[in-house]
């Protein structure tokens, strides 16, 4: 069993938390979501404000070491929120100097690029994005998922299957 944690703001795309969260909980991992604050969190849809989470912990009281695997959700409101806060910033860092995976879909590598993650990597992200991703350096694919050096990246909630999947192989 390992220990995985969502990193999120308000506005993440509702299935890309929610897949990953009830996929890794089913397959018997410990999955904590943390957030700028504890307390409930929103996505943000088509139609508005979705499904909301429980986020049991502060980012700046994370700590990649009480962790095997971090999953950045995308959406464009929760990656743009959490590329300003410097916390979050530092806690990918972490889980990426611990050599331990690190996982963004959709948007959610502009927290790589921010990171500085990026630069040497192949990887894929939400069409919008990608610009971004390869002047930061990257690789840039358009690929479900693609998995380089502990850094796992995905387009787009069609994606989800794979992205999960590529976690999962990861914390094997």
């Not at 390992?2 to 890309?16: K, N, P, T, Y």
């Not at 397959?27 to 700028?36: F, Q, R, W």
């Not at 743009?80 to 963004?104: C, M, S």
């Not at 794979?162 to 976690?167: K, N, Q």
Request: net charge negative.
């Amino acid at each position: 069993m390992a220990r995985v944690l969502i990193m999120a703001s308000d506005g993440f795309e509702q299935s890309e938390l929610f897949v990953p969260l009830e996929t890794l909980k089913a397959a018997g991992h410990e999955v904590a979501v943390a957030a700028p604050e504890t307390g409930e969190i929103r996505a943000w849809g088509k139609d508005g404000w979705g499904k909301a989470v429980q986020a049991t912990a502060t980012i700046g009281a994370a700590e990649a070491g009480a962790h095997d695997a971090l999953v950045l959700p995308g959406g464009v409101i929760n990656p743009d929120t959490l590329r300003q806060d410097e916390k979050a910033i530092g806690l990918i860092r972490g889980f990426a100097e611990a050599g331990k995976p690190v996982a963004a879909i959709c948007h959610a590598p502009w927290l790589l690029v921010e990171a500085g993650l990026a630069q040497g990597r192949r990887m894929t992200g939400y069409g919008s994005i990608r610009t971004d991703l390869r002047n930061a350096g990257a690789e840039v694919v358009d690929e479900a998922v693609v998995a380089d050096r502990g850094v796992i990246t995905s387009r787009d909630p069609g994606d989800l299957k794979a992205f999960v999947g590529a976690i999962e192989e990861a914390l094997a």
